[in-house]
């Protein structure tokens, strides 16, 4: 029998060998697991500042996660002997920049100056489901002031992210592409009505993807969105809600993480992985749904 080697967690758009459905046309990972075990991902994850001092410090994997035993360091390339722990002490660490786990084109989340998210408290990494986390308290947001490419109107992609909502019937918007205009495109944790994904054209006339019922838990979810220059697909937990027709486009300025808008549908909750496939994954999406929910037994 041919031996076929397994490359699990890759980033894979340079890379010959054969690699598992879950890692084709991945082009961005902002997770809190290490996506990289062929190819080692070796720079830092997260930029976090104290909260006593204002002092930053670049976060490394421990192994494939982050803990207090992660090493920590004042460049992106180069941990230093002191550990998170001992760094951070009893206080809280802000998260600065989240960066994407892609060797060939190094993309980092910066943080709203005012509003960064927090991943450490009283000297605690935060965790959901006993897995680290980012804690966003509804007023704040990551940003990526030129947008990526991969989102751009009238390409096909495919994102799946993992998320929780703290707020009973709240839309927790989890993504969007502007800064502050329609139209763009938004990804919700909802808890109020159904809404999952859209595509909001003008103040008034959206495409949505909806929720096949109302999920009112606070629990973490995988919510993933299909979207191509014709059609929207929206998924819950591995499960096809709803599927759309796309008409028109949408503005991809900015990527944002944590809110709808500039104060609009902010994030009460947590995010631990945003997964960004520069494709339509519909033919793969189920080894997708199992490598995530493999890692945190969601549902």
Do not use: C
């Not at 758009?13 to 190819?39: C, M, T, Y």
């Not at 943080?111 to 680290?132: D, H, Q, R």
């Not at 606070?218 to 819950?236: E, H």
Request: overall charge negative; cysteine-free.
């Amino acid at each position: 029998m041919e031996q076929r080697r397994k490359i699990v967690g890759v980033i894979a758009s340079s890379i010959s060998e054969e690699v598992e459905p879950f890692l084709g046309d991945l082009a961005h990972v902002f997770s809190l697991r290490k996506l990289s075990w062929v190819i080692p991902w070796t720079r830092s994850v997260l930029l976090l500042q104290r909260s006593s001092d204002s002092t930053n410090k670049f976060v490394f994997f421990d192994g494939n996660t982050i803990t207090l035993s992660s090493f920590v360091g004042d460049t992106i390339d180069t941990p230093s002997g002191t550990t998170l722990g001992t760094w951070i002490s009893t206080d809280d660490g802000i998260v600065l920049d989240w960066y994407s786990q892609n060797k060939y084109n190094i993309l980092g989340l910066r943080a709203f100056t005012a509003f960064p998210p927090e991943f450490i408290t009283a000297g605690v990494i935060n965790t959901i489901g006993s897995l680290p986390s980012i804690d966003f308290d509804g007023t704040q947001s990551f940003k990526i002031e030129s947008g990526i490419s991969e989102l751009d109107s009238g390409n096909s992609f495919t994102i799946a992210t993992v998320t929780t909502n703290t707020v009973s019937g709240d839309f927790g918007a989890i993504l969007n592409t502007t800064l502050s205009a329609v139209p763009r495109f938004v990804m919700f944790n909802d808890r109020g009505s159904n809404k999952l994904i859209a595509i909001r054209e003008t103040a008034i006339v959206d495409i949505w993807s909806t929720l096949l019922a109302i999920q009112n838990s606070a629990n973490q979810r995988i919510v993933t969105t299909i979207l191509t220059s014709s059609s929207m697909k929206g998924y819950y937990n591995g499960t096809l809600q709803d599927t759309d027709t796309v008409t028109g486009s949408y503005t991809n300025e900015w990527f944002r993480i944590g809110n709808q808008l500039n104060s609009v549908s902010h994030l009460t909750g947590t995010v631990q992985e945003i997964l960004i496939y520069s494709a339509d994954k519909t033919a793969d999406i189920a080894a997708i749904h199992t490598n995530i929910n493999a890692y945190y037994t969601i549902y």
